[in-house]
């Protein structure tokens, strides 16, 4: 196959985590061919989609582990796959992004399909399946959020359009600060947030379960610090191995029709206490530490199903 990864740049790759260069390594190990584009080299020249790509090697010992060929344009209409995989925020260059990735995913498979990213909030998306996730509002309003932590013993606050844990916080209704917490996150009751009902066994871990086509690769489950609540990789979250349970393949049976439906083929869900608290469709992560906790390829498999669906 002719694969071409729309990415950030080589140096934002650590090879011991990044689940991008896991696949594009996974790809050049099976044999196919794998080109790199930044997001803003997409582009509509002469009624086609092209991008400005380069062709790739990889070498985990080396800095930067991705190396890049001279650059030149591809017809966008004419390769196998495209790959998605440019990290959060979704700002309007994602956004555009996607818009011109629309006119192609007719005629070559994009994973995650355009549409999809745009319409999945990664903390929207969930409260579509209200049985599977914790008590959680959307508002901007002050006075709720309070009433709803009141409620509930204690909330997390998250930004709608947040990422890599920045920005969430949990409030308390007993914390002085809350008051002035809420008046930060809403911009003074200007910006909408969600609330959930804290779930005081984040503490046990926040499973990260990566789907496949709706089916489970497997889960990892990442464990706060003793200082910091959020279990985030990239915040300090250790990683140790873990099995689905049964809540687990409840959330997945609940969540995959709509995903497949969506084209939200490589999807990483995030489970906390039992609960779906994120559905994560821009560029998800784990893949790496699956492979090292189980001693398997999940990043094969995620090659293996773009084999069988192009063919």
């Known amino acids: 196959m002719k694969i071409v990864v729309v990415m950030d740049g080589p140096h934002t790759i650590d090879p011991q985590t990044d689940t991008s260069f896991a696949l594009i390594a996974a790809a050049h190990e099976l044999g196919h061919e794998v080109w790199h584009c930044l997001a803003h080299e997409v582009e509509l020249i002469d009624d086609k989609i092209s991008a400005m790509a380069s062709p790739t ?6 800095t930067p582990p991705l190396h890049l060929g001279a650059r030149e344009r591809i017809d966008l209409a004419l390769v196998d796959a495209v790959l998605v995989r440019t990290d959060p925020p979704f700002d309007s260059a994602y956004l555009h992004l996607t818009l011109l990735l629309d006119f192609v995913a007719s005629q070559t498979l994009v994973m995650n399909a355009p549409r999809g990213l745009r319409d999945a909030n990664e903390k929207l ?89 709706g089916e489970p690769l497997g889960a990892i489950l990442r464990l706060p610090t003793a200082s910091d609540f959020r279990a985030n ?19 997945i049976a609940t969540i995959a029709p709509s995903l497949r439906a969506d084209g939200l083929i490589f999807v990483g869900l995030d489970v906390v206490d039992g609960h779906l608290t994120e559905v994560n469709v821009t560029s998800p992560t784990g893949i790496k530490q699956l492979a090292e906790l189980t001693g398997t390829r999940p990043d094969f498999e995620v090659i293996r199903w773009l084999e069988r669906r192009v063919a």
């Open 233 to 251: 990789i990239c915040v300090g979250g250790q990683t140790v191995a873990t099995e689905l349970d049964d809540d687990d393949r409840t959330i």
């Open 57 to 62: 090697t990889t070498d985990a010992a080396s």
């Open 125 to 213: 998306y969930a409260c579509r399946f209200p049985s599977i996730i914790p008590p959680t509002i959307v508002t901007a309003n002050p006075a709720e959020i309070l009433l709803f932590s009141a409620q509930h013993g204690a909330a997390v606050v998250k930004p709608i359009d947040g990422h890599g844990g920045r920005g969430v916080m949990a409030i308390r209704p007993d914390d002085d600060n809350a008051p002035s917490i809420i008046d930060t996150v809403t911009n003074r009751g200007q910006t909408p947030v969600v609330a959930q009902r804290f779930l005081p066994n984040v503490v046990k871990g926040d499973k990260r379960i990566l789907l496949l086509d």
